[in-house]
Antibody, heavy 117, light 113 residues
Framework: QVTLKESGPGMLQPSKTLSLTCSFS??????????VSWIRQPSGKSLEWLAA???????YYNPSLKSRLTVSKDTSNTQVFLKITSVDIADTATYYC?????????WGQGVMVTVSS | DIVMTQTPSSQAVSAGEKVTMSCKSS????????????LAWYQQKPGQSPKLLIS???TRESGVPDRFIGSGSGTDFTLTISSVQAEDLAVYYC?????????FGGGTKLELK
């Protein structure tokens, strides 16, 4: 059974760094072809893909945010991390991690992040 | 970036009605070497994560009812629900995985008439 779960701070102040963790089970990120992505969704709006990391450790970023994003994974291949630097109010959203194969076939429940002073 | 445009943005439907919604991409999603369209459809109900319904433009995921039909090729795609049920009221998104950055359409919201 594939599951993913995001965790994060809930709320943080503008200009801070947002750190998110995706903990998953039921698959191994070391399996060839496996990818885990981060996607976000502001309330009432559409989805925006942010970043991904694959089984080989290759990283992919949305150019619109690339300078602020860092994706990484742990050595046991059971967690993926995302850092977003210099957050502002526009980064307020629900953040999802999802397994990517042909599309995003498994999603976490999402973690709501509010940027507010 | 590949821009995904969905129409309509919302649609009022009655149970049992046939529904179609459109998704257009700014460039072809058809990969010539394998003749596959790198297009997925998702359903998102209020308060829930998106759920993958269809990949490769027309391949239903396991467990997805056969009333959900994906079609199209190149730059023009359609999601049809042959007979809408109450549980189908949701927002539907298309997404291209042809090239990064992977991008989503703005969504089509199905509402009750």
């Amino acid at each position: 059974q594939v599951t993913l779960k995001e965790s994060g701070p809930g709320m943080l102040q503008p200009s801070k760094t947002l750190s998110l963790t995706c903990s998953f089970s039921g698959f191994s990120l070391s399996t060839s072809g496996m990818v885990v992505s981060w996607i976000r969704q502001p309330s009432g709006k559409s989805l925006e893909w942010l970043a991904a990391i694959d089984w080989d450790g290759d990283k992919y970023y949305n150019p619109s945010l690339k300078s602020r994003l860092t994706v990484s994974k742990d050595t046991s291949n059971t967690q993926v991390f995302l850092k977003i630097t210099s957050v502002d109010i526009a980064d307020t959203a629900t953040y999802y991690c999802a397994r990517s194969r042909t599309g995003f076939d498994y999603w976490g429940q999402g973690v709501m992040v509010t940027v507010s002073s | 970036d590949i821009v995904m445009t969905q129409t309509p943005s919302s649609q009022a439907v009655s149970a049992g009605e046939k529904v179609t919604m459109s998704c257009k991409s700014s460039q072809s999603l058809l990969y010539s070497e394998n003749k596959k369209n790198y297009l997925a459809w998702y359903q998102q109900k209020p308060g829930q994560s998106p759920k993958l319904l269809i990949s490769w433009a027309s391949t239903r995921e396991s467990g997805v009812p056969d009333r959900f039909i994906g079609s199209g090729s190149g730059t023009d795609f359609t999601l049809t629900i042959s007979s809408v049920q109450a549980e189908d009221l949701a927002v539907y998104y298309c997404e291209q995985y042809y090239d990064t950055p992977w991008t989503f359409g703005g969504g089509t919201k199905l509402e009750l008439k």
